[in-house]
Structures are given as C-alpha cells and as structure tokens.
C-alpha cells in the first residue's frame, strides 16, 4: 500500500481549513495530520510532525506566512510548502517563493486545484495557479525557480535536489563545495550531475551553463564577473 503523503494547513479561519481538510480527506493520496491557526503553533506542529506538505496561508496573526516559510526551510528543507492566499499581488507572490515555498494558489482556486497543486509539489514541481494573471508570471524575474518552470518544462522534471545542485553548479561551485554545503559526499553530488545532464540532454558542463542562464537561473553578466 502507498503511503499517503503528510499534510500541515496553516490557517487563520477554522471553517477555512475544514473546507481544505474536506477535499484533501476525498484524496488516496494525502492526508491532514495537523492544522494551526497561526504561525508560531504551525512551525512548531511541523517541527513536531515533519509534514511531506505544509498549506500556508501569508495573512497570519502576529507573524506572516511567508516569514514562517522562512523559519520553516531552516529546520526542515524537505518539507515542501503551498501557500493559499487572498493576495495575488506579484510582490507577494516573488516574496512566497524566495522564502521556499514550491507553489502559490488563490484561495477560490484551491477548491478545484487544490489536490492538483498539491500533487504538483509533492513530486518536487513548482506550481503557480493558472487564475493568476500572466502579468504576474512574467514579472517574477527575481524567482528564477519559478520563472524556469513556466518557460521550460524540462526543468520540472528535475528533483529539487537535482534543481539545487544545478544551481549551484550553475553559480561555478565545485563538487566538494557543494558537497560541504549540502552534507552529502562529492561521489553523490557528482551522481546528481550525471543524472541532470541527462534528463536535459546535455553533453558538456559548459551546456549546463548556458541552459542555466537561458531559464534565467543565473545572471549571464554576473558569472562572467
């Protein structure tokens, strides 16, 4: 039997999150196994229950959403969050994926795409609800995560290991740099480059490169400095 994936909503509005509660409930593949009504109580049920999934709404009392992503990627990287917001704003939404978040959705969207969104993040794919305007999309030019999936679906097929090695192999770090910096051993980091040169079809490191700055993971004037 497959196991579910985990799930933390973080609301402030009760009958909100049983509204959430009730779709992902109809799903085989997550389940709800906390909830939290503002930031504080939320990062300490993730740190408590190490949720695959965590459901963030950005207007919280006393602390946003998005400073508890923040606080969140710190102690547990390997939880994926969605936020669910009111705000379709393009700052906010920048804002929500530079502190770690892997999708954005508006709330009367989550209705219909919610299971979709959250399928999404769950397989290490950014997700940007299509409600929101393509104004939006294109003007997220300082989240090269995100703007990579929208122009290039090779990109999603990457792991998010995958994507944070290639950017930091992108960035001219060497094996054991990066290896140092993400606790893993040069052997596997170098495992993760073969594995991604081939799932984007490429031959030489210096393509990587240059498909790096094509999606706009790098800055091409800023590696030539």
């Known amino acids: 039997m497959i196991r579910k994936k985990t799930v933390l909503i973080v609301d402030d509005h009760p009958l909100y999150r049983e509204g959430l509660k009730a779709i992902i409930d109809r799903s085989l593949a997550f389940e709800v196994i906390g909830e939290a009504g503002n930031a504080e109580a939320g990062l300490q049920q993730a740190k408590d229950l190490r949720p695959d999934l965590a459901l963030v709404d950005i207007s919280l009392p006393e602390q946003n959403g998005i400073d508890m992503l923040r606080d969140m990627k710190k102690v547990l990287p390997e939880t994926r969050a969605l936020v669910v917001s009111m705000h379709s704003r393009v700052d906010y939404v920048a804002e929500a994926f530079r502190a770690g978040a892997y ?123």
């Not at 792991?159 to 040069?186: F, V």
């Not at 393509?207 to 700055?213: E, K, S, V």
């Open 103 to 225: 999708g954005y959705m508006a709330k009367e969207s989550a209705g219909e795409g919610l299971l979709k969104a959250l399928e999404a993040v769950a397989n290490g794919e950014f997700f940007l609800d299509s409600s929101l305007s393509r104004e939006v999309i294109l003007k997220i030019s300082n989240t090269p995560d995100a703007l990579a999936v929208v122009i290039d679906s090779d990109y999603g097929s990457l792991t998010s290991r995958e994507q944070e090695i290639l950017r930091l192999l992108a960035e001219g770090q060497t094996a054991k740099e990066i290896a140092n910096r993400l606790s893993i051993s040069p052997k596997t980091v170098e495992n993760h480059r073969i594995n991604i040169m081939r799932k984007l079809e490429l031959r030489r490191p210096i393509d990587l490169i240059r498909y790096a700055i094509k999606i706009g993971l790098i800055d091409v004037e800023s590696w030539r400095d």
